[in-house]
């Protein structure tokens, strides 16, 4: 699956890694194996098999189907890796926050990033999550934005665990998106 974003478009990044990381998610849960490829394959060759528009650029892709074997085929697993403490990621917090926070901002902390570079920081207060980039700059071929759409899937999971609904709001760099709590 090649994950392609018309570069015109507001927030294509986030975008795509927040549907991408459905995408993802869902292949997952039905029992085949899959990853996030965003800095090194061939674009040339995924450029030969479709049919770019001027404004298009191919942002990922994720390779979909069985494993002969049980371990990682990437050798990237998230597992493999230490994840940054939570604290690490909060640039505010309001003294009285809901519980809700506490799940959304774990299942976000174990989202998948590119290089596990984990470039997502939060604001947090009673009602929203805003999620911020810590840096502009593209890293292994990948968005950090993009990176930041995959996390915003995560946190919107973990909020729907404690049976919160809401939706997001795009913004302006250096935030990318908030999460209002409906």
Request: aromatic share 10%; glycine share 10%; with cysteine.
């Amino acid at each position: 699956i090649a994950f392609i974003g018309d570069m015109k478009a507001p927030n294509v990044q986030a975008s795509a890694g927040y549907i991408g990381e459905g995408v993802i998610l869902e292949a997952t849960a039905l029992g085949l194996n899959t990853c996030w490829v965003g800095g090194f394959f061939k674009r040339e060759s995924v450029v030969k098999q479709i049919d770019l528009k001027d404004s298009e650029q191919i942002l990922a892709i994720t390779p979909i189907g069985y494993s002969k074997e049980e371990a990682d085929r990437v050798g990237n697993s998230a597992k493999k890796y230490r994840r940054k403490d939570l604290n690490g990621f909060i640039l505010s917090k309001e003294r009285k926050i809901g519980e809700w926070t506490d799940s959304a901002l774990e299942a976000a902390r174990f989202a998948p990033s590119a290089a596990n570079r984990q470039p997502w920081r939060f604001a947090i207060n009673e009602s929203s999550i805003t999620i911020s980039s810590n840096s502009k700059r593209e890293g292994f071929g990948v968005s950090r934005r993009l990176d930041c759409g995959i996390a915003m899937l995560h946190l919107e999971l973990g909020a729907l665990v404690n049976g919160l609904n809401g939706s997001w709001e795009f913004l302006e760099y250096p935030q990318v998106a908030k999460y209002n709590i409906t």
